[in-house]
């Protein structure tokens, strides 16, 4: 009994460091957490109402994605994205992507596709519903899960890191602005495109795509951010 309390408490420890992980990337989509901050775990966990050491090791997974990284003695530092740095990151993801979407229009069967269309539904639902953090897992799904039928585990491998290193920050403002649902609904249109067999179509799309979101990202990121809420850790 004493390994079964043992394992359960290693459990519960697990889902809290999750759960930490989980609000903290909501408050970096929100522009709570600010690139070139410094935050500490102890002060972090005083806003969450727990103990540091879970957001010790939420912050750790976290660095481990690149969205975070150590400052010693003083807590983490969250990761600045220069323009340049994105615009880097969108261009490789356009060498990688646009092609890769013809080859995959060209060679994946019909059914295959449509496989895919709940994920672009999906991606619109929580667009019309302000859930960004459903958002985001979802167009992170269906563009990895696409590229997927390549067959290529390594390139998409590649695009999942470039995802991460350009998150979008003040994705709050592009939601309460109305904008967030046209983007969405490229995914639907990019399908429709594939589907039909057009890869040239399905190419231009996609850059199309690309560069809508990182318009978006640019307009978003320079607005003045709300004053610092209390986090919680809410539903997943």
């Known amino acids: 009994m004493g390994d079964l309390k043992q394992r359960n408490l290693i459990t519960a420890q ?17 522009g709570e957490l600010r690139p070139g901050n410094i935050y500490s775990a102890p002060g972090l966990a005083a806003d969450f109402g727990i103990s540091a050491t879970p957001v010790r090791e939420a912050m750790l ?3 481990r994605e690149g969205l975070v990284e150590p400052v010693r003695n003083k807590g983490f530092r969250i990761t600045e994205v220069s323009e340049r740095d994105l615009d880097q990151y969108t261009e490789l993801r356009a060498l990688i992507e646009v092609p ?11 059914e295959q596709l449509e496989e895919l269309r709940p994920v672009a539904e999906e991606i619109v639902t929580h667009a019309r519903d302000h859930n960004l953090i459903g958002y985001l897992d979802a ?8 590229l997927g039928l390549a067959g290529n585990e390594r390139l998409v491998e590649t695009v999942g890191d470039l995802r991460k290193r350009s998150r979008l920050y003040g994705l709050t403002r592009l939601d309460e602005r109305g904008q967030l649902i046209s983007s969405a609904e490229e995914h639907i249109e990019l399908l429709d495109l594939m589907v039909a067999g057009d890869a040239r179509a399905a190419e231009e799309c996609m850059a199309r795509h690309l560069g809508h979101v990182r318009s978006l990202w640019a307009q978003a990121r320079d607005e003045p951010v709300e004053p610092r809420r209390k986090r ?3 539903n997943r």
């Open 232 to 234: 919680t850790l809410g």
């Open 14 to 30: 697990e889902r809290l460091r999750d759960q930490v992980a989980h609000a903290l990337r909501a408050a970096l989509v929100a």
């Open 139 to 146: 167009d992170r799904r269906f563009h990895l899960q696409l």
């Open 100 to 110: 890769t979407v013809g080859r995959v229009t060209q060679l994946a069967k019909a």
């Open 61 to 63: 997974d976290l660095a």
